[in-house]
């Protein structure tokens, strides 16, 4: 599969193709490709020749089905229109493509052994601008876009006690964070250590990242937060995945304790 004509001229591009990240970022590209003046490619030759495009939906077997869809689109002069679909079948048209691309670069990902984890990296800055300043961390992650080998979720189940004690030595750094647990209704529980650290115990993944604002009033009650890099982050999130199907999740935030950071607590 990996010797077909749209994967040679897609490697003429970029040799790192038929890895994790140049899997997920072509298809990546394939989904942005009807709204390309708003996306940077990474794969010019989808712009420069949209055959490849089509060319990567008849991978493998095909049916009657698949070849009314490829014929249906090659006529079509709007299918790669500027403002996007006009028309439903369009848009269905667009949609079942990249499904069949999507379906067959993830079985050329299978053929390959190529993983669909790679690592994430994340920087909270925890002391004021001097030399190391800021808590680095990487941790593997699923690619967007692509799918887990079973040796994938055995590195991410593994990764889960790293992730859970770069959370938590973050949390507990002088200024101690507020820890909560967020329930389906979005309602901030207060929580212990304790009790994260046994939902972790059950975690098949684990996910964390931060955030922090500048917040403004807009009028009566309303408050408006714009992203601004911070001295310790406003919140720290970490989510917890209890299975591959993406049924169960655990929310666990830590907010500076900080009052003001939160200007409509402070005004109470």
């Known amino acids: 599969m990996s010797n077909l004509p749209a994967i040679n001229k897609l490697r003429q591009d970029n040799p790192d193709l038929l890895t994790t990240e140049g899997l997920s970022a072509l298809l990546h590209d394939c989904i942005c490709l009807k709204y390309a003046q708003h996306h940077r490619f990474t794969y010019p030759s989808l712009l420069a020749d949209k055959s490849i495009y089509l060319e990567l939906a008849q991978i493998g077997s095909s049916n009657v089905e698949d070849e009314a869809l490829i014929h249906r689109i090659q006529a079509s002069s709007k299918i790669w229109a500027k403002n996007g679909a006009d028309t439903m079948q369009e848009a269905t048209d ?29 920087s909270i800055r925890v002391r004021p601008w001097r030399w190391r300043s800021h808590r680095l961390f990487s941790y593997p992650a699923p690619e967007d876009q692509l799918i887990l080998l079973e040796c994938d979720r055995i590195v991410l189940q593994n990764a889960v006690p790293g992730v859970l004690k770069y959370f938590l030595e973050l949390v507990q750094m002088s200024p101690t964070y507020n820890l909560f647990f967020v329930d389906e209704n979005k309602n901030k529980i207060p929580t212990t250590v304790a009790i994260v650290e046994d939902a972790a115990a059950r975690a098949v993944k684990a996910e964390i990242y931060s955030e922090s604002y500048n917040w403004k009033p807009t009028n009566t009650n309303c408050w408006e937060g714009k992203p601004a890099p911070q001295l310790h982050p406003g919140e720290i999130h970490l989510i917890l995945h209890l299975d591959w199907d993406e049924n169960e999740f655990l929310f666990f935030d830590a907010h500076h304790p900080d009052i003001n950071r939160w200007p409509w607590l402070a005004e109470n």
């Open 94 to 122: 667009f949609l079942l493509l990249f499904h069949k691309i999507r379906d067959n670069i993830h079985q050329l990902q299978q053929n390959l052994s190529i993983s669909g984890v790679s690592q994430r990296h994340i």
